[in-house]
């Protein structure tokens, strides 16, 4: 019991603390705009347009809808545990289509995932190679007789969705900092959303 309240502290604390963080990140955003800020950051016409591609990334990866998809498709990890039963003599009928039933729903959350990112530009195309994010998180749909190929497709739409996402998040946090470093914030005391300066005529 003890543990449990522990968690449930640590996620309280890690909620308030996420909470912060997205007020402090969209008030330096906001901040872009301004006339007077732009004057004091290089190339803040550029970051703005950045920040719009990096967060309409960032909202599509997030969406609820497209992690339910990634989830599933994740689900399909399932078949590393059921395939660690297959020994060297064949398996079972019953663990046969247990395999089968978990290629089908990973296929069909991979298909899920590619059609729904399919109209999201890839924020990163020097890095990572495709135009839009469905063939970055989705590269290739596996057959349903390709059991390895489907996990290891699984495992890297995880994964890369992840990496995207964190990748959005740390290029907009640095573009966050040189907000505030031009503003005269403090930069890394974790207080709550300060107020917007005023800018004299």
Same mark, same amino acid.
């Given at each position: 019991?003890?543990?449990?309240?522990?968690?449930?502290?640590?996620?309280?604390?890690?909620?308030?603390?996420?909470?912060?963080?997205?007020?402090?990140?969209?008030?330096?955003?906001?901040?872009?705009?301004?006339?007077?800020?732009?004057?004091?950051?290089?190339?803040?016409?550029?970051?703005?347009?950045?920040?719009?591609?990096?967060?309409?990334?960032?909202?599509?990866?997030?969406?609820?809808?497209?992690?339910?998809?990634?989830?599933?498709?994740?689900?399909?990890?399932?078949?590393?545990?059921?395939?660690?039963?297959v020994s060297n003599k064949r398996p079972s009928e019953e663990l046969?289509?247990?395999?089968?039933?978990?290629?089908?729903?990973?296929?069909?959350?991979?298909?899920?995932?590619?059609?729904?990112?399919?109209?999201?530009?890839?924020?990163?195309?020097?890095?990572?190679?495709?135009?839009?994010?469905?063939?970055?998180?989705?590269?290739?749909?596996?057959?349903?007789?390709?059991?390895?190929?489907?996990?290891?497709?699984?495992?890297?739409?995880?994964?890369?969705?992840?990496?995207?996402?964190?990748?959005?998040?740390?290029?907009?946090?640095? /573009?966050?900092?040189?907000?505030?470093?031009? /503003?005269?914030?403090a930069r890394g005391v974790m207080i709550d959303a300060p107020a917007?300066?005023?800018?004299?005529?």
């Open positions: 019991m003890e543990h449990a309240g522990a968690l449930a502290d640590a996620q309280a604390d890690l909620e308030a603390f996420d909470k912060l963080v997205r007020r402090r990140v969209r008030l330096a955003l906001s901040l872009l705009h301004h006339p007077k800020v732009k004057e004091r950051i290089p190339g803040a016409g550029t970051n703005l347009k950045r920040s719009a591609e990096l967060l309409g990334a960032l909202g599509a990866l997030c969406d609820p809808v497209r992690r339910g998809a990634r989830d599933t498709a994740l689900s399909g990890l399932d078949l590393i545990g059921a395939l660690a039963g046969f289509k247990r395999i089968l039933k978990l290629v089908d729903v990973s296929i069909v959350a991979l298909q899920h995932m590619r059609e729904i990112m399919a109209t999201v530009p890839n924020p990163f195309p020097m890095m990572v190679t495709g135009q839009t994010i469905d063939v970055v998180l989705v590269p290739r749909i596996p057959g349903r007789e390709e059991v390895s190929e489907v996990i290891d497709a699984t495992q890297h739409c995880g994964a890369t969705h992840v990496e995207l996402a964190d990748a959005c998040v740390g290029e907009l946090v640095r /573009m966050c900092e040189a907000v505030e470093d031009a /503003m005269g914030f917007p300066p005023r800018f004299e005529d």
